[in-house]
């Protein structure tokens, strides 16, 4: 999902609730709807439609509203009980803004300047950063590995498929390791079995 459009989706939900005094809110009337709406529209993109149909479907609860309008509401509620409105804005907004290009030249250039050793991991499901994007990591990065952790439940799979993620982990460490002299495998790995 493109940055700018991550960017325009979130803060809005919590610019126009008029608790909110445009991110100078009062933590005892914090915006929480619009931080609860923002937080149901974020989760949709961390984790995959295929998930979300598997496991509620249409269900309905016994007063008629769907089961996974249930679960945003509970995820958005939670998130209000221990953020604050003005620094989820703030950080989401830092997030979608990074450029590593910014003042460095073209991403592929500065990518290419990077020579140490990189892991880097997608998940087939993500939609918030889909595997495409770090296909392109690797491409550009020299001494990279692309992982791919195959699951289906989009971006929290790194949460979620921690055993699947610490094989990857592992088998990369032990090529890694390897790799480095003797001595210096020593220094970093206690037991180094070469």
């Known amino acids: 999902m493109p940055a700018s459009l991550r960017a325009e989706a979130r803060p809005p ?5 008029p608790t909110g005094r445009g991110g100078d809110s009062h933590p005892a009337g914090p915006p929480a709807p619009g931080l ?19 496991r509620f479907g249409r269900l309905c609860d016994e007063t008629g ?12 509620n939670k998130l209000v009980r221990r953020f604050d409105a003005a620094s989820y804005v703030t950080l989401t907004r830092a997030m979608d803004c990074f450029d590593l290009g910014h003042e460095r030249g073209r991403l592929k250039d500065v990518l290419a300047a990077i020579r ?27 001494n ?37 002299p003797r001595t210096q495998c020593a220094t970093e790995v206690a037991t180094c079995n070469l």
């Open 13 to 17: 939900a919590i610019s126009p609730d």
């Open 36 to 54: 609860a709406a923002a937080r149901m529209l974020a989760m949709l993109s961390y984790r995959h439609w295929s998930e979300y149909a598997q």
């Open 65 to 76: 509203q769907f089961q996974v309008a249930n679960y945003l509401r509970y995820q958005g």
């Open 116 to 142: 140490i050793p990189v892991l880097v991991v997608g998940i087939n499901s993500d939609v918030l950063y889909p595997l495409s994007e770090q296909q392109e990591l690797a491409q550009y990065l020299p």
């Open 144 to 180: 990279a590995e692309l992982e791919v952790l195959d699951s289906p439940r989009g971006h929290d799979a790194f949460l979620i498929d921690t055993a699947q993620l610490d094989a990857l982990l592992n088998n990369v460490r032990l090529r890694q390791q390897r790799r480095l």
